[in-house]
């Protein structure tokens, strides 16, 4: 844990003795670049209660939000399609922060809910959260997965019975999005809280809908979606601590695991099985790496891992 430099407190003298140079020294190596300093968190989500308090809390790196309009990089109703990845989307709204205040460190954050591609019945919720810096030119981003997020949807019209749905939705904890089932699309109610409005939008998106119906469906935006919320601050608790550790060769924030290289040989036949083997620790700045194995010099993999042996 890195502590605030504190001041020397005699002003009687001014000059300070060879004990106090050292300890000033050895404090100031121990400060971290970011004590101090502002960034800013580009969001109009009311994400920055979730991402802020860790950076507070580990190296006094202050974090303000700027009321950007982030919807133009993507909706999660599709209104707006997202352009790129999600981390080149976060990368760009983090640096939009910038560019709009001036400040040098920007953050921003991007999920993702969609089928989890090996287990397409789970929906997961991928959560990533980014910092720029334009001095230093470094990216740093953590994320971090869910299998807890509520999303649901149904096709409706006024006189259904909503019930167990709305149970299913946790309405109204988590808001809702209605829209015409089919044909226009347009129009479309977000951040629905309260009966009465569901029932006046439910009513207005099927009398526009040819079918007849409203698609309910859950808003999956980080102020309408309460599931969401705690992803996002582990994520961001992540690359806090990744921020914090900095480089051993230029004390650039945020080292940490970069790659892990698989490859366990098998007992059988010395084929490599895909284990995690080593971890690749590295800097965002600079090209200083180091290598930390994950097993015991020597381990062997179980033939019944090795496609060779148990195919
Ligand atoms: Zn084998
Ligand atoms: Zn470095």
Not at 152 to 158: D, G, K, L
Not at 184 to 210: E, F, R, W
Request: proline share 8%.
């Amino acid at each position: 844990m890195l502590r605030k430099v504190q001041g020397r407190n005699d002003s009687r003298d001014t000059s300070p003795s060879p004990k106090d140079l050292a300890d000033i020294k050895q404090q100031s190596e121990l400060r971290h670049p970011y004590m101090d300093i502002l960034g800013v968190l580009a969001t109009k989500h009311d994400k920055l209660p979730l991402i802020a308090p860790p950076f507070l809390h580990v190296v006094s790196f202050r974090i303000e939000t700027i009321d950007i309009d982030t919807d133009t990089f993507g909706t999660f109703t599709g209104e707006i399609p997202r352009q790129g990845s999600p981390l080149d989307t976060a990368i760009a709204k983090a640096r939009l922060g910038i560019e709009t205040t001036g400040v040098k460190i920007g953050l921003a954050s991007e999920g993702t809910i969609a089928p989890d591609p090996e287990m397409p019945f789970l929906t997961v919720d991928r959560e990533i959260v980014v910092l720029v810096d334009e001095v230093k030119r470094i990216i740093v981003w953590e994320s971090q997965l869910s299998y807890d997020v509520i999303t649901t949807s149904i096709s409706a019209n006024a006189t259904d019975d909503l019930t167990s749905f709305l149970s299913k939705a946790d309405f109204p904890n988590h808001h809702l999005i209605v829209r015409p089932n089919t044909g226009t699309p347009q129009p479309v109610y977000k951040g629905i809280s309260d009966i009465a409005t569901l029932t006046s939008a439910l009513h207005d998106c099927a009398n526009a809908s040819p079918d007849g119906l409203a698609r309910i469906e859950t808003d999956l935006r980080a102020n309408h979606c309460p599931s969401r919320r705690p992803v996002i601050a582990a994520a961001a608790e992540r690359l806090a601590g990744r921020i914090a550790t900095c480089c051993p060769a230029c004390n650039t924030p945020g080292w940490g695991i970069v790659d892990i290289i698989l490859g366990i040989p098998c007992a059988w036949c010395g084929s490599k099985v895909p284990r995690p083997q080593t971890e690749i620790q590295g800097c965002p700045a600079c090209r200083h790496r180091e290598y930390k194995s994950l097993v015991a010099l020597g381990t062997q993999a179980d033939p019944s891992e090795c496609s060779a042996c148990n195919p």
